[in-house]
């Protein structure tokens, strides 16, 4: 387990250049962990079977595999991937020509191509260029190459354990890019839809109080209307406002503005929702309810803030508020409910304000 530990914290290593891609790092430093010792192993092979060059060409290969991992922690992503292409072509030229195509040799250049395509730092040119290339070194390979042609005899439980092996190998590094894919895939997507929760929330939600917006809350009036449930609007507007701003200065009146905000919040809990319409000005959607038991409600309300202290700095303040309430019973849409709202509010106001109207 402790091997294991030191094994992934090895891996998952962060890059030594900031803007390259951890990912195809992490990447290429598994695939060295799975190839160097494959190599390693199928060199010893080639060793007991006296293959000659083979034996070189897998322990070589596999000397370079292991320079490579290292390379990981020292320079570029892009740079170490180039010298794993080249390293791993050159050597499935010689390995496939020895062992044939079915030994799969020859299979590992496909998924260098694939960790190609993974690599983000790389224009589509770029990376349309390296895989012509690299699938013209596969052409040749298999011009050179009879199918059929292995230094190994067919049909021997020898020449199985070489191809499955191969075969075995492939699929499972093949796994891994796959993973890999899908993996960045479903991070970019979840990105995207953090981004345009964000992106939502900003353009629906007024940046001082965190209340809804006007535009946030006529999308959710609109859906209110579509329900055909009775509801009831109302506009409050806070009385003699300007004179806070003035007397105290406009920190002061916004300190004033996100107070009040919180109170509301809490006060339509499982009632509705409340909007900052504008200013100093908050609508209020109280839902399944007529207009008598809005204006009990929002009288409640008026009394709270009538008797809630603020404090600012060295300076004790309180406010009152005037409402306009309209019930909505699907004759008309809720603009309309919101100009009679506030035609009730103005009521309100010339007749000496703190009052909710209905």
């Not at 109080?209 to 959710?220: I, V």
């Not at 399944?288 to 009538?306: C, F, M, P, T, Y």
């Not at 060295?314 to 506030?342: H, P, R, W």
Request: proline residues 2%; hydrophobic residues 45%.
């Amino acid at each position: 387990m402790g091997l294991f530990r030191k094994i992934k914290n090895l891996v998952m290593k962060e890059a030594p250049n900031p803007n390259d891609s951890q990912g195809l790092l992490i990447l290429l430093r598994l695939m060295m962990l799975i190839w160097t010792p494959y190599y390693i192993v199928m060199s010893v092979y080639c060793l007991c079977r006296s293959f000659g060059v083979l034996i070189y060409v897998f322990g070589v290969t596999a000397i370079l595999f292991a320079i490579a991992f290292f390379m990981t922690y020292r320079i570029k992503a892009a740079v170490c991937l180039n010298y794993v292409i080249v390293v791993t072509l050159v050597s499935a030229i010689f390995l496939t020509r020895g062992f044939g195509w079915r030994c799969s040799f020859h299979n590992l250049v496909y998924i260098t191509f694939l960790m190609l395509w993974y690599d983000s730092s790389r224009t589509i040119r770029v990376k349309a260029v390296l895989s012509f290339l690299m699938a013209a070194g596969v052409c040749l390979v298999s011009f050179a190459t009879p199918f059929g042609g292995t230094i190994l005899e067919p049909n021997t439980i020898e020449y199985a354990l070489v191809v499955y092996v191969g075969i075995l190998v492939f699929i499972f590094c093949l796994s891994l890019v796959a993973f890999f894919f899908s993996h960045q895939f479903v991070e970019a997507e979840h990105k995207l839809r953090e981004y345009n929760r964000e992106l939502r929330f900003t353009a629906n939600t007024d940046p001082l109080t965190k209340l809804l917006n006007r535009r946030g809350c006529e999308q959710e009036l609109a859906d209110v209307q579509k329900m055909g449930n009775i509801y009831c609007v109302a506009i409050g507007d806070i009385d003699f406002f300007k004179k806070v701003n003035d007397t105290y200065g406009h920190d002061c009146g916004d300190y004033v503005l996100s107070s009040l905000s919180a109170e509301f919040k809490q006060f339509m809990q499982e009632k509705g929702f409340v909007a900052r319409w504008g200013g100093e000005e908050f609508l209020f959607v109280l839902e399944n309810i007529n207009g008598d038991q809005a204006q009990e409600q929002l009288d409640d309300l008026r009394h709270r803030i009538k008797h809630k202290s603020m404090h600012f700095g060295e300076n004790d303040l309180s406010v009152t508020m005037t409402f306009g309430v309209e019930e909505c019973c699907g004759n008309y849409g809720y603009d309309q409910a919101i100009e009679k709202a506030d035609a009730k509010l103005y009521i309100g106001k010339q007749n000496g304000r703190d009052q909710v109207v209905f």
